[in-house]
């Protein structure tokens, strides 16, 4: 990683020394009994949200319905903006004080730590690999031993297996998977760290990261085989590289570097090309076409290279589908939306508290807010803060992102995590530069609370969100390990196929794909159906797969909650001669 990012020190950015426009005017005497109803509303709440993480970490979630925090700070935010405290800080002043000593970097490798851990903790509650991750997985192994690949399909992007596969040379299991997903994780707040304190200060970068790390949508795939939160960490890294050709003019490799990690990111998820759209948009927007144009020779190039580092998948593209766009157009096509735009829907409604928390919520608001001033600033002649278009620029790409995500494919919480770390890191910016005085205790509050959220984040994810896929997997794993491959071709069909695949080693396919092809000669044929299973033919459809042909079946009581399974098997001598009459 560059040393450009890693710049700032300590001792190079001080804190922000307050001037009198910080000091909130003193309120006329009747405006005061309001003020103090709100402070003691904000005081409150507040401390209902300190409390309430403390039962979490307690192991006390089960008293909140369905182990969900209530977003006390979404009240007590409003309320503290109504109270705005005057005066001069004095409770707390020393703890403070005190956190002021601990240097920024120290405060991130806390983070980094901290996360480590809760990765550690998970793997515990979540031990099988779910739908998403086998499908890498098993591509990962076939690459490594031949194995099928299982649940694959040409449309997907091919780095998260190629890192998977150089973690199976060194272990061959699960946990060489897991691993990698604990590296990426550690990357991306990595980069999150490094640009928040280049742009701020350190101390605030590694806020920045431990509030991303607490988040309930980011914290959920921390533990998990996924390449979502690696491609956000070289989405970051592509926005901290473009502004720096702005903000850094004589910096002759920022624009290239920008397009060597945007390729990066592509080929890690396919789905980075729509963030790299709003991002090229948003970059547009705030510092205008005149100043990329100053800069054409160098972005040039890097589009150059850029282009170049796509034809290999062009190539490929072309040979698959017959056009150099197909798999583009193949991956968008697997968006699971009832229409266009529903994504943006899920996106508005979930928005931010049901992403981030309600911490996480109030400081993205405020990152918001923080953004649209910058514009009308920008726009309409305010005070120039030198700033701003950087400002612009995090905020439009924040927007955008969603806007443009949430348009062409369906809604998920880890499709737009760059977004949340954007708004984060302009919130964390703003809050103290409104609290004037009080920015200093504001951001110890903070920081604190975001230290308890991530262990109370941690109980909701362990207790609230992986119970459901664990319950399944106990189901789906033992029959999958039952009907492991014995060095014969074997082929399970099944509702649940990547998984089934990993377990087994067979290959394996939905019953939809199954009516479409016939199996390879010698192949043993196991239907799997469970008692709650999920795209599975009924009694009528399934006799007609069965037909007259022989066959042997067998049912295996399950611990989990699919219930018991119930598994047809057709053997392989009565396939040899079938010329795919289904």
Excluded: K
Excluded at 192 to 216: C, E, F, I, S
């Amino acid at each position: 990683m560059s040393n450009s990012l890693a710049e700032p020190v300590e001792t190079a950015r001080p804190e922000p020394v307050e001037t009198a426009r910080d000091v909130p005017p003193e309120l006329p005497p009747e405006a005061r009994g309001p003020r103090r109803t709100a402070l003691a509303v904000a005081v409150a709440l507040t401390a209902a949200a300190f409390a309430q993480q403390v039962l979490l970490i307690a192991g006390g979630g089960g008293l909140l319905p369905g182990w969900q925090p209530w977003p006390f700070l979404l009240g007590a935010a409003p309320a503290w903006w109504l109270a705005r405290p005057s005066g001069t800080p004095r409770a707390g002043a020393g703890a403070v004080r005190l956190l002021r000593r601990v240097p920024g970097p120290a405060y991130a490798a806390g983070v980094l730590v901290t996360a480590a851990a809760v990765w550690a903790v998970l793997q515990d509650h979540e031990p099988y690999l779910g739908h998403e991750e086998a499908v890498y997985a098993n591509r990962a192994r076939a690459w490594a031993d031949g194995t099928p690949a299982a649940g694959w399909g040409p449309y997907r992007p091919v780095g998260l297996p190629a890192l998977g596969r150089l973690a199976l040379a060194v272990h061959d299991g699960v946990g060489a998977l897991r691993a990698v997903a604990l590296l990426l994780t550690l990357f991306t707040l990595a980069v999150t760290y490094l640009a928040a304190a280049r742009w701020t200060t350190p101390r605030r970068g590694a806020l920045v990261a431990l509030l991303v790390l607490g988040g309930l949508g980011f914290l959920r795939r921390t533990p998990e085989f996924l390449n979502d939160i690696g491609a956000t960490g070289l989405l970051l890294l592509v926005v901290a590289l473009l502004v720096r050709v702005q903000e850094r003019p004589r910096s002759r490799w920022a624009a290239p570097g920008a397009a060597l990690v945007a390729l990066a990111a592509f080929y890690l998820r396919y789905g980075s090309l729509g963030n790299l759209l709003a991002i090229a948009l948003a970059a547009l927007f705030a510092y205008g076409p005149r100043a990329w144009c100053v800069r054409g020779r160098r972005l040039a190039l890097a589009a150059g290279v850029f282009a170049a580092g796509l034809v290999p998948h062009f190539v490929y593209a072309a040979q698959v589908t017959g056009s150099p766009l197909g798999l583009i157009r193949w991956a968008t096509a697997q968006a699971n939306r009832a229409y266009v735009g529903d994504g943006l829907v899920y996106y508005a409604a979930i928005l931010p508290y049901r992403l981030a928390g309600d911490l996480g919520a109030v400081v993205m608001a405020a990152g918001l807010l923080a953004g649209l001033a910058a514009v009308r600033r920008r726009r309409g002649g305010g005070a120039a803060d030198p700033g701003d278009a950087r400002r612009v620029f995090l905020a439009a790409t924040s927007v955008l992102v969603l806007v443009v995500l949430g348009l062409v494919t369906d809604g998920e919480p880890r499709f737009v995590y760059l977004p949340v770390v954007l708004l984060t890191l302009l919130g964390v910016e703003a809050l103290p530069r409104s609290a004037g005085r009080w920015g200093g205790p504001l951001l110890a509050g903070t920081g604190v609370l975001a230290a308890l959220t991530v262990p109370g984040t941690a109980q909701v994810v362990a207790h609230g969100a992986m119970p459901g896929p664990t319950a399944q997997a106990r189901s789906t794993v033992p029959v999958a390990q039952r009907l492991a491959a014995t060095g014969r071709p074997c082929l399970l069909v099944t509702g649940y196929e990547p998984e089934a695949g990993w377990y087994s080693s067979c290959d394996a396919v939905t019953y939809a794909q199954y009516r479409r092809a016939a199996p390879p000669p010698g192949t043993t044929v196991h239907l799997v159906l469970f008692a709650h299973g999920r795209l599975q033919p009924g009694p009528a459809a399934r006799a007609a797969l069965v037909a007259d042909r022989s066959a042997r079946t067998r049912t295996f009581p399950t611990g989990g909650s699919l219930g018991t399974a119930t598994v047809i098997t057709l053997p392989p001598e009565r396939w040899d001669t079938r010329a795919g009459d289904h």
